[in-house]
């Protein structure tokens, strides 16, 4: 998964991933674009700017990246309320009573101005782990190729415990696990091996409906 902030899609980071998508091309798997907003010397934003949408419809709209089969674009990574802001439906969909850009305008500028059918991929809040909350603020796609992605590492998702919410996103989208990894803070005991083999089994489980990313 290559990662942007959201405004910066220019000069080395551009080639960066031009270079990536033919290497994964002839390797035949995929490549994920996530963006990032904030900065790299300060925390990240809680959703994406008002320049996202602009942003996407450049990534997206590029012949190298446009419609590309194994292409696939995480619209932002990692929305969350905190630092004195709550996310609400009508933001994070629309960019409305806030200072953020929603996500329904990225999927415009995605499918209306960039002409693109990449898939993408949506995120909900708490750090992208809340997918009941994404269920109920699901985005509006016209071409219904989306799917969720998810970040259930192992501190949030004790011992597989988060799983069972995932059928609430596997009954009508895909989910692509593009983040996970064991690991608790440093007054908790880890259990690696089981969190990782309860996450194998899950995707084992679920072919074509999961996807985790290595």
Known sequence: MASSWCSTFTGP??????????????LGSLLGLSCRQGGLAVRQDNLMSRDSPTFWASVAGHPALRSRPGVVFELFNEPYSGRGFEVTSECFLEGSGCRFGGYNEAIRAIRTKAQATNLLLFAGTN???????L?????????????????????KCHFGSCLNA?????????????????GYPAHSVSVPDLYTSKMQQWAEDM???????P
């Open 207 to 213: 072919p074509g409906t999961v996807s985790l990313f």
């Open 127 to 133: 750090w992208n782990f809340d997918l009941n909350w």
């Open 135 to 155: 269920v109920q603020n699901w985005p509006t796609d016209p071409l219904a190729n989306c799917g969720a992605a998810w970040h259930p590492y192992e501190f």
């Open 13 to 26: 980071i551009r080639r960066c991933v031009y270079s990536s998508v033919r290497l994964r091309r002839f």
């Open 166 to 182: 995932t059928k609430a996103v596997t009954a009508t989208h895909p989910i692509f696990v593009t983040e996970w990894a064991p």
